[in-house]
Structures are given as structure tokens and as C-alpha cells.
């Protein structure tokens, strides 16, 4: 069995949708520790042919919290500002029909809490997408929650029976294949190829949110991006990291 598991992101970028795209199981782990000004509640979206944030509000954001601790902000104000925003950037896009109808749906959730909400952000997307990749949160998971970093993954890896963890190129610096090995996991990184798509008559902005991709290619084009990537397997070798 294939296993992914990575924080949750709001609207994260393609190499996200890539990771839970080729494991058979995708792990949303939640309860580790929230990052101020990272991608957790925030991502880029093209406006005026630049990248800009959008932001999912939340409530006591702090780095002393879990991020199944962090509670949405559910201002109507916020929300609806929010997609205003979108509405001005993507309104000349050809598929701003059908993606910005489900950024509706996705912001409409009641969920209280941050993994809560992009817990259902991803289920969404995946539908649309067709991603039968099955979803877990790490909070409702059995697991030894004493162990840390790459044990913390083993013992999740161990506990769903996986014989393959996947992880974003990112991690080749955080994680040892022989270990993964002595346990029976084979260690793969799967790093994304170059890709660019028209933007109306901009130049081409890279690695913005899933949002862009959704509203100016078709779920077929989606696809076929879903698998331009390099799988890479682990190893012990420091050399290899820049491979």
C-alpha cells in the first residue's frame, strides 16, 4: 500500500495534488504544530498578472497550537471578500464556471476548526478532480504521539501497513531510507517537472494555488499535469539531495 502524508495546505499547489494523486492513502497531519506565514491557511493566486494571497481568516493563530486547534474566523465579511477577490482576478477565465462555483462550496463550509475545513477542501477537490485517494486525518489515527519527526511517520507507516511512503522532494534531507527499510518501507520522493499553462496574456506564474490551474485548464488537463512528475527513491547519500 502506497502512503502520503503531508500538513494540511489551503488550495495548495499542483505537486500537493501530485503526492496524493499517486498513493493508494493520504494522511492530513494535523496535529503538529501551526506555522505562522506558511501555506497552511494562505496560498497565491494570479491578480493583475502578479501572484497574491488569499487568505482562509482563522481565529488565535499561533505557533503554540496544533493546527486541529486553530478555529476558522467564519465572518461573513472576510469570506465574502475573499471571493470578491477571486471573482475581479478569474471572472475572463475559461473555466471560471465551474472551478469558482466550487471555491463557493469549499468557503460555505461550517467547519470550526482549520484541518477540519481543508480536510473538506480536499475531499472536494478530489471529487472534482476524480482523486480516489483515501483521506485520514493523523488526529483520528491510533498512533505513539510521545515519537517525533521521521519515528512520528514510521509508526503511522507501521500502524496503516504501508510498504511504500511517499513524501514531497523537500523531505530527502529529513528522512533516512535505511530506516525506512529496516521497517519494510520502500522511501520515494516524488519531485514535479516543469509545467506552464496560458494565464490570460501574462507571463507565466509558477507553482500558484490549485484555484489558477482549476480555472484556466480543463479536469482532463488537469490530469495529465496530475502526472508530469519524477518519482526519486530514497537514499542514505547527502549527495543525492540536490539530484
Given at each position: 500500500?502506497?502512503?502520503?502524508?503531508?500538513?494540511?495546505?489551503?488550495?495548495?499547489?499542483?505537486?500537493?495534488?501530485?503526492?496524493?494523486?499517486?498513493?493508494?492513502?493520504?494522511?492530513?497531519?494535523?496535529?503538529?504544530?501551526?506555522?505562522?506565514?506558511?501555506?497552511?491557511?494562505?496560498?497565491?493566486?494570479?491578480?493583475?498578472?502578479?501572484?497574491?494571497?488569499?487568505?482562509?481568516?482563522?481565529?488565535?493563530?499561533?505557533?503554540?497550537?496544533?493546527?486541529?486547534?486553530?478555529?476558522?474566523?467564519?465572518?461573513?465579511?472576510?469570506?465574502?471578500?475573499?471571493?470578491?477577490?477571486?471573482?475581479?482576478?478569474?471572472?475572463?477565465?475559461?473555466?471560471?464556471?465551474?472551478?469558482?462555483?466550487?471555491?463557493?462550496?469549499?468557503?460555505?463550509?461550517?467547519?470550526?476548526?482549520?484541518?477540519?475545513?481543508?480536510?473538506?477542501?480536499?475531499?472536494?477537490?478530489?471529487?472534482?478532480?476524480?482523486?480516489?485517494?483515501?483521506?485520514?486525518?493523523?488526529?483520528?489515527?491510533?498512533?505513539?504521539?510521545?515519537?517525533?519527526?521521521?519515528?512520528?511517520?514510521?509508526?503511522?507507516?507501521?500502524?496503516?501497513?504501508?510498504?511504500?511512503?511517499?513524501?514531497?522532494?523537500?523531505?530527502?534531507?529529513?528522512?533516512?531510507?535505511?530506516?525506512?527499510?529496516?521497517?519494510?518501507?520502500?522511501?520515494?520522493f516524488l519531485r514535479p517537472n516543469a509545467y506552464a499553462y496560458r494565464q490570460f496574456d501574462n507571463e507565466f506564474q509558477k507553482d500558484l494555488s490549485i484555484l489558477?490551474?482549476?480555472?484556466?485548464?480543463?479536469?482532463?488537463?488537469?490530469?495529465?499535469?496530475?502526472?508530469?512528475?519524477?518519482?526519486?527513491?530514497?537514499?542514505?547519500r547527502t549527495e543525492d539531495v540536490n539530484d
Amino acid at each position: 500500500m502506497k502512503l502520503g502524508i503531508m500538513q494540511p495546505y489551503f488550495l495548495p499547489y499542483i505537486g500537493y495534488w501530485q503526492l496524493l494523486n499517486v498513493v493508494d492513502k493520504y494522511v492530513i497531519f494535523d496535529d503538529v504544530h501551526y506555522i505562522n506565514r506558511g501555506w497552511i491557511n494562505r496560498n497565491r493566486i494570479l491578480t493583475g498578472g502578479n501572484p497574491a494571497y488569499l487568505n482562509l481568516p482563522v481565529r488565535g493563530a499561533s505557533q503554540n497550537k496544533r493546527i486541529n486547534e486553530i478555529e476558522i474566523n467564519h465572518d461573513k465579511r472576510l469570506f465574502d471578500k475573499a471571493l470578491r477577490t477571486v471573482e475581479l482576478a478569474y471572472k475572463r477565465a475559461p473555466f471560471y464556471s465551474s472551478a469558482f462555483p466550487l471555491l463557493c462550496e469549499i468557503m460555505g463550509s461550517k467547519e470550526q476548526y482549520l484541518s477540519g475545513f481543508i480536510g473538506e477542501s480536499l475531499k472536494l477537490i478530489c471529487g472534482y478532480l476524480g482523486i480516489r485517494t483515501e483521506l485520514y486525518l493523523s488526529s483520528a489515527l491510533e498512533k505513539d504521539d510521545t515519537l517525533k519527526g521521521q519515528e512520528k511517520i514510521l509508526d503511522i507507516c507501521t500502524r496503516m501497513k504501508a510498504s511504500e511512503y511517499y513524501n514531497a522532494i523537500g523531505g530527502q534531507k529529513l528522512y533516512s531510507a535505511g530506516r525506512f527499510y529496516e521497517k519494510g518501507v520502500l522511501l520515494k520522493f516524488l519531485r514535479p517537472n516543469a509545467y506552464a499553462y496560458r494565464q490570460f496574456d501574462n507571463e507565466f506564474q509558477k507553482d500558484l494555488s490549485i484555484l489558477d490551474v482549476m480555472m484556466f485548464n480543463s479536469v482532463d488537463e488537469i490530469k495529465a499535469m496530475l502526472e508530469n512528475y519524477t518519482l526519486i527513491t530514497g537514499s542514505d547519500r547527502t549527495e543525492d539531495v540536490n539530484d
